[in-house]
């Protein structure tokens, strides 16, 4: 029954801005840390972001560190990722998993099961 949904991509033009949302439904999410990924078709999911569940500690991948934030909303239950001055290299399926730690460079997770993502994609 517990899950989390990805929303809120799309297609946008170099240097536009998207904000993504991670909404959980069937749990409390904010008993976790959560990271944001992405896939490439072809290539391995890599980390993006990360967030602890108080929202008090975040972690940045060096090519969005400066153009994305990482947030949440306990009372919704929603984590978001706003991506901001969005470049082609960007262009990916994004996920959001729940972490037992959120830490720099590291996201570390239990399950290696994934939801459906959104797709960004970035026009040059």
């Known amino acids: 029954h517990a899950q989390v949904v990805e929303s809120g991509g799309g297609l946008v033009q170099t240097g536009g801005s998207l904000r993504l949302s991670c909404a959980a439904s069937?749990?409390?999410?904010?008993?976790?840390?959560v990271g944001w990924f992405r896939q490439v078709p072809g290539k391995e999911r890599e980390g993006v972001s990360c967030?602890?569940?108080?929202?008090?500690?975040?972690d940045y991948e060096g090519a969005v560190k400066g153009r994305f934030t990482i947030f949440r909303d306990n009372p919704k239950n929603t984590v978001y990722l706003q991506m901001n001055n969005l470049k082609p290299e960007d262009t990916a399926v994004y996920y959001c998993k729940t972490l037992f730690l959120c830490t720099s460079g590291r996201y570390f997770y239990t399950e290696d099961t994934w939801g459906q993502g959104t797709q960004v994609t970035v026009s040059a």
């Open positions: 967030i602890s569940g108080s929202g008090d500690r975040t």
């Open positions: 069937g749990f409390a999410l904010d008993h976790y840390d």
